[in-house]
């Protein structure tokens, strides 16, 4: 059964940083794609940076230079560094897995049950 729990989550000030981490478990996590998704209320769920079994990333647009992701293969565990948070980053955070390589996509297989981020003006 695979598992993907996020943790990270919080509120901060326009500006400030944030490091998500989802720690999964259940699959062979080294050949796994893995990405972040967030959605904000009313909006579509959107992908915000995704990570290939050779370490390659893919950004949205709107986070490029401000987030980073990674991950930890000792630990299982991928990351999202979020810097230089802004009011429209507020949403619902995702981790997302799959054998399959989606990119930005919504399609993987498994999901995590989100952590809320909330940046204030």
């Known amino acids: 059964q695979v598992q993907l729990v996020e943790s990270g989550g919080g509120s901060v000030q326009a500006g400030g940083s944030l490091r998500l981490s989802c720690a999964a478990s259940?699959?062979?996590?080294?050949?796994?794609?893995m990405a972040w998704f967030r959605q904000a209320p009313g909006k579509e769920r959107e992908g915000v940076a995704a990570l290939d079994s050779e370490g390659s990333t893919t950004y949205t647009d709107s986070v490029k230079g401000r987030f980073t992701i990674s991950k930890d293969n000792a630990k299982n565990t991928l990351y999202l560094q979020m810097n230089s948070l802004k009011p429209e980053d507020t949403a619902m955070y995702y981790c997302?897995?799959?054998?399959?390589?989606?990119?930005?996509?919504?399609?993987?297989?498994?999901w995590g049950q989100g952590t809320q981020v909330t940046v204030s003006s």
């Open positions: 997302a897995a799959d054998r399959r390589w989606w990119s930005l996509l919504p399609e993987y297989n498994y």
């Open positions: 259940g699959y062979t996590y080294l050949r796994a794609y």
